[in-house]
Nanobody, 125 residues
Framework: QAQLLESGGGSVQAGGSLRLSCAASGYTGSRGCMGWFRRAPRMARAGVAVIDRDGNARYADSVRGRFSISRDNDKNTLYLQMNSLQPEDTATYYC???????????????????WGQGTLVTVSS
């Protein structure tokens, strides 16, 4: 079982930037895909971005071009650079390990996905 510790959340004005980090320890599963998900108030959790061991990334349409996911396999750390933040980006952001990444492009968490505790991002207008 992995421990995933997120950091970097906070409050920012619209148009600003934040960088989230997720330090992973322990066994993170065999799938190799790690990602970021978010849950906005009164909304279901949704995928933001995912990256495989080789650095191939996929993004939700709502963040493509503004967010960038990366990972440092040597440091077992996942990152999410968030630029041009908007109030609709306000959510609790969760780091996830062992994410399902299908060859056809779909990606999602399932019962084997491991989750961090979340870090809150608040964007004011």
């Amino acid at each position: 079982q992995a421990q995933l510790l997120e950091s970097g959340g906070g409050s920012v004005q619209a148009g600003g930037s934040l960088r989230l980090s997720c330090a992973a320890s322990g066994y993170t599963g065999s799938r190799g895909c790690m990602g970021w998900f978010r849950r906005a108030p009164r909304m279901a959790r949704a995928g933001v971005a995912v990256i495989d061991r080789d650095g191939n990334a996929r993004y939700a349409d709502s963040v493509r071009g503004r967010f960038s996911i990366s990972r440092d396999n040597d440091k077992n750390t996942l990152y999410l650079q968030m630029n041009s933040l908007q109030p609709e980006d306000t959510a609790t952001y969760y780091c996830a390990a062992n994410v399902v990444c299908q060859p056809a492009g779909a990606w999602y968490g399932d019962a084997l996905t491991q989750w961090g505790q979340g870090t809150l991002v608040t964007v004011s207008s």
